[in-house]
């Protein structure tokens, strides 16, 4: 498949490969499709808000507040 993109497209990428350490432009857009991937797979967070959420977990994680997984099932499998 051959794509065209814009000179603002093209400028962007060729400034991304010599930044990324990415050897061609389609290790370059590869890298940009598993991205999109990843944002899709975790949906859609604002900004900082994927990573607040997980410090707050670890932050639990450390306090010691944390459920017992076989409680959690089995409250799952009473709904």
């Known amino acids: 498949m051959t794509i065209s993109l814009s000179p603002k497209a093209q400028q962007a990428l ?3 490969m010599k930044r990324g ?6 290790e370059a857009v590869l890298a ?3 991205s999109l ?3 899709e ?3 859609s967070f604002a ?11 670890e932050a639990d994680i450390q306090a010691g507040d ?3 997984a076989d ?3 089995a409250a799952f499998s009473q709904r």
């Open 14 to 16: 060729e400034e991304r």
């Open 21 to 26: 350490g990415y050897a061609t432009a389609e």
């Open 32 to 34: 940009g499709l598993a």
């Open 37 to 39: 991937e990843q944002q």
């Open 41 to 43: 797979a975790f949906g």
């Open 47 to 57: 900004p900082g808000e994927l990573d607040a959420l997980l410090a707050e977990g």
């Open 66 to 68: 944390l459920l017992d």
């Open 71 to 73: 409680e959690v099932f």
